[in-house]
C-alpha cells in the first residue's frame, strides 16, 4: 500500500490532538554546552558529532509529543559533508520514532536539475524526506518532478507561497490582476492540489502559509480549500498560537488543515542552555509541554 | 588584499578571451562507461567515487579553457553526504587549478536560515564558493546575509532574475506596474550592484539571465549596467553563443559583462560515452575547443 503524506500527518494530528511540527534548527550558538565538542565552529569537524549528539538525545524526548519534525537544511549543510551525514542519521532516526520528516530546504530549478532534486522524494537518493519545501518563483514546470513524486511515492510537498519576513512586501505582496502575488501561485497549484487529496480530504501539496493578517490566510485557504499549511515562526519568532491556526478549517476534530511549526523555543528553551543533562531533559520536555498545550488549546 | 569575483572574474575573461563558463552537472545516465562503479544508482555507494573519478580527470582538462567551473549542487546532493564529500573535494580541486567556484544552489530563506546558507560564502563553512546562486522570491532582506559576505570576503552572488524555460511565463514575466515581476527583481537590486562595483567597472552582485529574447536581456542591462550575467542553458539546451551574449557590453575588450554557461555539451559530448580514456580525452577537449571557439567569436 502507497502511503499518502497528508492522510497520515492528519491523522496523527488529530491522535495527539495538536499539530505541533518540531523544527530542527540546529543554530550552533544556541548548542547547548552539555553537547558542545571542540571549538563548535562550523568548518570543525567535531561539531557536527556535537549537533548528532544533541539530536540523538532531544528526538526520542520530542517524537511522542510533535506530529511531524522539520530540519532545516541550510544548519545542516553549513556544516559540510559531515552535516548532511548528521541530516541523515536524523531522518533515518526520526523514521525510526514513527515521524513523519519535512525536509525544509526550498529548493527549485529547472528540467533536470528539478529532476534531481526530486530524488529527496522519488526514493532514489539516500536522503528520503516524507515532504520537501519548494520554491515556485522560476515556474510551475519545475514543481512537475516534485508532484510526480509525491504522487508515486505518497510524499508530500509545501510550495513557498508567503512568508512574514518584512522583505515579502517587495514581491511576494505585489498585485498582478488584482490579487496579490502568492494567491497567484497559490492559483497554480489548484489541479496539482486536487489531485493530491487524499482520505483525508486533505492534500498532500501543501503551502508555506507564513501569514501575518487573517485575511492573507483567508485569502490562500479560499484558494485551495484542500492544502496542508506550514505555518513556520510559532514561539521564538512571536506568533501566538491563535494566530498561527487562523487558516485551518472546523471540522468535528476541531480545527485541522495544517501543522505549525517551532524550532528555537521547542530545541532551545533557554532554561536549558546547561550542561547538566538533567536540567537539559527538563527544559525541553517543558518546552514541548507548553508549546503543544497552546496549540491543543488554540485548535479545540 | 580581499579578493573581487567580478574583477577577477573579467581579468580571467579577458586573458581567456571568452566567457565560457562549465557547468558540473553529473547527470548520471550522461557519465562515460569508463568511470563507471557499481550500479550507478544515487544511492550506490560506490555512484559519488566514479563522480569523483570523472570530475578528478575533467578538471586539469576543462581549467586551462575555461572561465570559471559552476558545480550544480542537485546533482551532488542527491548522492547523499558522500556527494556532498565529491562536491567539496571538486571545489577544492578547482581552486587548485586556480579556477573560481560559482555554487549553483538556488537558495533563499529568511533570518537565522539565510545566514546559514552565507556559509557557503563568508568563510564559516567547510565549502567556500566564491559565488553563489540565489533565489529572491522571500524578499529583498533574505539576500542581505549574501551581499554582506560577498561585500566582507570579496565574493559574489548571481540572484534568480529571468530564467527561459516554458513556466517563466507563469511568475516571472507578470506584469506589475507596467513591468515583468523579473524587472522588479532586478530593480530591488540596483544600489546593492553599485555598491559592489569593482575596478573592473562589474559587480560582484549578479543576475541568472537565461533570457529567450533580446528585449529581455535589454531590459535586465538597462536596469543593472553593471551586473554580471549567468547565462545558463548555451549548447546542449539549444541557445546559439550570439544569443547568449546579446546582454554583453561593447567595450574595448569586446563585448563582456557575464559568463555563458555550458552543462552537458561540454562535459558530456556524445562521442565521449565510451570506456576508452583516450576516445574520452580527446572528445572532452573538442567540446571545450567548440564552444569556446564559439563563444571568442560571439565577443570579438
Same mark, same amino acid.
Not at 544533541?54 to 559531515?82: N, Y
Not at 494567491?183 to 483525508?200: E, K, M, N, Q, V
Not at 510559532?234 to 506568533?239: D, E, F, I
Given at each position: 500500500?502507497?502511503?499518502?503524506?497528508?492522510?497520515?500527518?492528519?491523522? *496523527?494530528?488529530?491522535?495527539?490532538?495538536?499539530?505541533?511540527?518540531?523544527?530542527?534548527?540546529?543554530?550552533?550558538?544556541?548548542? /547547548?554546552?552539555? $553537547?558542545?565538542?571542540?571549538?563548535?565552529?562550523?568548518?570543525?569537524? *567535531?561539531?557536527?558529532?556535537?549537533?548528532?549528539?544533541? $539530536?540523538?538525545?532531544?528526538?526520542?524526548?520530542?517524537? /511522542?509529543?510533535?506530529?511531524?519534525?522539520? /530540519?532545516?537544511?541550510? $544548519?545542516?549543510?553549513?556544516?559540510?559533508?559531515?552535516?548532511?551525514?548528521?541530516?541523515?542519521?536524523?531522518?533515518?532516526?526520526?523514521?525510526?520514532?514513527?515521524?513523519?520528516?519535512?525536509?525544509?530546504?526550498?529548493?527549485?530549478?529547472?528540467?533536470?536539475?528539478?529532476?534531481?532534486?526530486?530524488?529527496?522524494?522519488?526514493?532514489?537518493?539516500?536522503?528520503?524526506?516524507?515532504?520537501?519545501?519548494?520554491?515556485?518563483?522560476?515556474?510551475?514546470?519545475?514543481?512537475?518532478?516534485?508532484?510526480?513524486?509525491?504522487?508515486?511515492?505518497?510524499?508530500?510537498?509545501?510550495?513557498?507561497?508567503?512568508?512574514?519576513?518584512?522583505?515579502?512586501?517587495?514581491?511576494?505582496? *505585489?498585485?498582478?490582476?488584482?490579487?496579490?502575488?502568492?494567491?497567484?501561485?497559490?492559483?497554480?497549484?489548484?489541479?496539482?492540489?486536487?489531485?493530491?487529496?487524499?482520505?483525508?480530504?486533505?492534500?498532500?501539496?501543501?503551502?508555506?502559509?507564513?501569514?501575518?493578517?487573517?485575511?492573507?490566510?483567508?485569502?490562500?485557504?479560499? *484558494?485551495?480549500?484542500?492544502?496542508?499549511?506550514?505555518?513556520?515562526?510559532?514561539?521564538?519568532?512571536?506568533?501566538?498560537?491563535?494566530?498561527?491556526?487562523?487558516? $485551518?478549517?472546523?471540522?468535528?476534530?476541531?480545527?485541522?488543515?495544517?501543522?505549525?511549526?517551532?524550532?528555537?523555543?521547542?530545541?532551545?528553551?533557554?532554561?536549558?542552555?546547561?550542561?547538566?543533562?538533567?536540567?537539559?531533559?527538563?527544559?525541553?520536555?517543558?518546552?514541548?509541554?507548553?508549546?503543544?498545550?497552546?496549540?491543543?488549546?488554540?485548535?479545540?
Amino acid at each position: 500500500v502507497v502511503p499518502h503524506f497528508a492522510d497520515d500527518l492528519i491523522s *496523527r494530528t488529530r491522535r495527539l490532538g495538536h499539530p505541533l511540527c518540531a523544527g530542527l534548527d540546529p543554530h550552533l550558538p544556541l548548542i /547547548p554546552p552539555l $553537547f558542545h565538542r571542540g571549538s563548535m565552529a562550523a568548518a570543525d569537524p *567535531r561539531t557536527a558529532a556535537a549537533v548528532a549528539d544533541l $539530536f540523538a538525545a532531544a528526538l526520542p524526548r520530542l517524537a /511522542p509529543h510533535v506530529a511531524v519534525v522539520k /530540519p532545516q537544511s541550510a $544548519f545542516f549543510e553549513r556544516l559540510g559533508w559531515r552535516g548532511i551525514q548528521v541530516l541523515e542519521e536524523v531522518v533515518a532516526q526520526a523514521h525510526d520514532l514513527g515521524l513523519a520528516v519535512i525536509l525544509d530546504a526550498k529548493r527549485g530549478d529547472i528540467g533536470s536539475t528539478a529532476d534531481a532534486y526530486a530524488g529527496y522524494l522519488d526514493g532514489s537518493a539516500p536522503l528520503q524526506a516524507d515532504a520537501l519545501t519548494v520554491n515556485a518563483y522560476i515556474g510551475r514546470d519545475t514543481l512537475a518532478p516534485f508532484i510526480d513524486a509525491a504522487a508515486a511515492q505518497g510524499r508530500g510537498l509545501f510550495v513557498l507561497a508567503k512568508t512574514s519576513n518584512p522583505g515579502a512586501a517587495d514581491f511576494q505582496d *505585489r498585485s498582478i490582476d488584482g490579487a496579490p502575488l502568492y494567491a497567484h501561485i497559490a492559483d497554480a497549484l489548484r489541479a496539482s492540489c486536487t489531485a493530491l487529496t487524499g482520505a483525508s480530504g486533505w492534500s498532500s501539496l501543501g503551502v508555506v502559509a507564513g501569514a501575518t493578517h487573517a485575511a492573507e490566510h483567508a485569502l490562500l485557504r479560499e *484558494r485551495l480549500p484542500n492544502a496542508l499549511f506550514l505555518v513556520p515562526g510559532y514561539g521564538a519568532q512571536g506568533a501566538p498560537a491563535a494566530d498561527a491556526v487562523r487558516g $485551518f478549517v472546523r471540522g468535528p476534530h476541531g480545527l485541522e488543515g495544517g501543522v505549525v511549526s517551532s524550532s528555537r523555543a521547542l530545541l532551545f528553551p533557554s532554561a536549558g542552555h546547561t550542561d547538566d543533562a538533567g536540567v537539559w531533559e527538563r527544559a525541553l520536555d517543558a518546552a514541548v509541554a507548553r508549546a503543544s498545550e497552546e496549540l491543543r488549546e488554540a485548535v479545540a
